[in-house]
């Protein structure tokens, strides 16, 4: 399983990045999954939807499904988050999965960096960013990209992961 990170402290740029990494590679031909980490109760369902008041009523797992997509929900109710190994063991088959966020796991990472956040760069006490997306030009001994050229950024984690 070929996976890449993007990671940086909040409002850094992260999702942006991932957003256009997906339609940059997913352009060149290669499938791309995601997997996004949440510090909240993220919520994707509604409040009155039937599949919320299956939840709301107990349910472990809820799987709605149409003819557009599908999605399983799984409530921990009180369990331990599962770690991101076990994680990437629900996405089906891809090229190449790119995960926003989990900073301190040992997957290779990008750093999405803002100068306006104020925020020391990651890099320097994290061995697994191998370089930097930035809006700015900060002192690092990594590669170093401009935060909006998606495709030298898309050439590099592509060439990381032998794509």
Not at 80 to 97: H, R, Y
């Amino acid at each position: 399983m070929r996976v890449y990170g993007i990671t940086g402290w909040k409002d850094s740029g992260k999702t942006g990045l991932v957003e256009r990494l997906v339609a940059e590679i997913t352009g060149r031909g290669f499938s791309v999954s995601t997997l996004k980490h949440a510090h909240h109760a993220t919520e994707i369902d509604h409040p009155g939807r039937d599949s919320y008041r299956h939840r709301q009523a107990g349910a472990r797992e809820v799987l709605v499904a149409s003819p557009i997509r599908w999605a399983l929900m799984h409530e921990l109710r009180g369990a331990p988050e599962p770690p991101l190994v076990e994680l990437l063991k629900k996405l089906g088959p891809a090229d190449l999965i790119l995960i926003e966020g989990y900073k301190r796991e040992s997957h290779p990472k990008i750093e999405a960096h803002r100068a306006a956040t104020g925020r020391a760069l990651l890099a320097g006490e994290n061995p697994t960013i191998r370089a930097v997306a930035s809006d700015a030009v900060p002192d690092i001994d990594l590669p170093l990209f401009d935060l909006d050229d998606t495709a030298a950024i898309a050439d590099f984690i592509l060439s990381e992961v032998g794509l």
